[in-house]
Nanobody, 124 residues
Framework: QVQLVESGGGLVQAGGSLRLSCAAS????????MGWFRQAPGKEREFVAA????????SYADSVKGRFTISRDYVNDTVYLEMSSLKAEDTAVYYC?????????????????WGQGTQVTVSS
């Protein structure tokens, strides 16, 4: 089992940047595929980005491609989401998720563990 704790959210102006962190504890960090999802008010949770076990494969939602970057740090057992050129529509609670299988997927139900989320608010 793994525990996930997100941090780094906050209020930022449109066009600005933020870096979200997700610290993992418990089982070996390197055995999990990691993902970021987000949920805006009144909307369903949606896929943002994912990275495979060794960091060699990433996937992004079309809406964030070219603006967001997912990465992972095996020393600190942390996955990051670097967000730039932020837009008002990026406002949401951002969740970190872990998947025990190796393939990078975009579906929520394929992820086994979830963090509590961190709020990102982009003012226009």
């Amino acid at each position: 089992q793994v525990q996930l704790v997100e941090s780094g959210g906050g209020l930022v102006q449109a066009g600005g940047s933020l870096r979200l962190s997700c610290a993992a504890s418990g089982r070996t960090f390197g055995t999990y595929t990691m993902g970021w999802f987000r949920q805006a008010p009144g909307k369903e949770r949606e896929f943002v980005a994912a990275i495979n076990r060794n960091g060699g494969i990433t996937s992004y939602a079309d809406s964030v491609k070219g603006r967001f970057t997912i990465s992972r740090d095996y020393v600190n057992d942390t996955v990051y989401l670097e967000m730039s050129s932020l837009k008002a529509e990026d406002t949401a609670v951002y969740y970190c998720a872990a998947r025990t299988l190796s393939s990078v997927v975009t579906t929520m139900r394929e992820y086994n563990y979830w963090g509590q989320g961190t709020q990102v608010t982009v003012s226009s």
